[in-house]
């Protein structure tokens, strides 16, 4: 009888272990570049196949390439912002039905490399719009701007960058044909009303360390804390080396701009930690091949104080550039808001 009891012990212990590992095995399929979907998809509705190259899409904007880490990212976004998420699931999937109908490569579209172009453009549309949540209207240079950015073909004969040369060239047309006083397409002024005020010497340590969070949320111009989370765990579910890079280099630039003495709304909301986060993820967790050089690499270009120009937010803020530290008049600046 003893042997018997003790043989139904072992047995239950290797049951228990053997679910583990089958447990253990299936999150890991969810991490990665997750091949096995591309494989799984093949032979699926188109409708099928273009909502995974979207998502795949959606995370190519933190240089990663998981279909899941892109609907948590999307689930963010509408979670900070419906409006935003809108426009976020418009921008992508007009690049990327755009670069299926002019015959872009295959494999490049469904790893989603013609979609986050469009994304960024779209989200940031949405930003820098001043006209509010649902208007319509912004719905037509989102759609005709996303779409040109899956025309990156073009790009590649004048031998031109197609990393985020599309997003740039597209959102800088866009502000310069448009303006604060534009009836249908309004933005906000490049020089939001205090920007010239004496920045303060006083700093919350907390909305500090709060702001690092927010670095990675930035990169998707969410603001957010709760949303900023969610995006920081789906980079994690991609790559775990990645996270903690966006992490670090959010950390890093946010210090560069305490070195730099930025206005702290800038180090509270994110906005000095995302170019930082960036770099340090393309660099310590993408690029290279991770080792201690390369990540004190990731460091110092996390720490560039060059990461602090270019800043964007959900509120009045510097179009394209931190117009304040500059002596040169913006053609469309104003002390005053819309």
Not at 119 to 140: K, P
Not at 284 to 313: D, E, K, N, V
């Amino acid at each position: 009888m003893w042997m018997d009891t003790k043989t139904e012990v072992e047995e239950a212990s290797r049951s228990r272990a053997s679910l583990s590992r089958r447990v253990f095995n299936r999150l890991m399929l969810c991490t990665g570049d997750m091949e096995h979907l591309d494989k799984y998809m093949q032979d699926k509705p188109f409708v099928l196949q273009l909502v995974v190259w979207g998502l795949r899409g959606v995370t190519r904007v933190i240089l990663a390439n998981n279909p899941l880490s892109g609907a948590l990212i999307l689930a963010a976004l509408y979670w900070a912002s419906p409006w935003q998420g809108l426009l976020g699931t418009l921008g992508v999937l007009a690049s990327t039905l755009t670069a299926v109908v002019v015959g872009q490569d295959s494999a490049e579209v469904s790893g989603g490399l013609h979609g986050f172009n469009g994304m960024l453009v779209s989200l940031l549309m949405g930003v820098f719009s001043s006209a509010g949540d649902w208007y319509w209207w912004l719905l037509l240079p989102v759609c005709l701007g996303s779409a040109t950015c899956g025309l990156s073909s073009l790009l590649d004969r004048w031998d031109l960058p197609v990393a985020v040369f599309p997003f740039n060239t597209v959102i800088v047309l866009y502000l310069l044909c448009t303006g604060p006083e534009n009836p249908y397409f309004p933005h906000h002024p490049a020089t939001p009303p205090g920007a010239l005020e004496t920045n303060g010497t006083e700093l919350i340590a907390v909305e500090v360390m709060r702001g690092i969070l927010l670095g990675v949320g930035q990169i998707f111009a969410c603001g957010a804390l709760g949303p900023s989370l969610l995006i920081l765990g789906a980079v994690l579910l991609y790559s775990p080396l990645l996270a903690v890079h966006a992490l670090l280099g959010s950390a890093v630039g946010t210090l560069a701009g305490l070195s730099m003495a930025v206005r702290h709304d800038s180090l509270y909301s994110g906005l000095s930690g995302f170019n930082g986060a960036l770099g340090c993820m393309a660099i310590g967790g993408l690029f290279f091949t991770f080792s201690w050089r390369t990540h004190l690499l990731a460091i110092a270009s996390g720490w560039s104080p060059s990461m602090q120009l270019g800043s964007y937010s959900d509120s009045y803020t510097d179009v394209a550039a931190d117009w304040q530290l500059s002596s040169v008049p913006h053609p469309y600046s104003s002390s005053q808001g819309p």
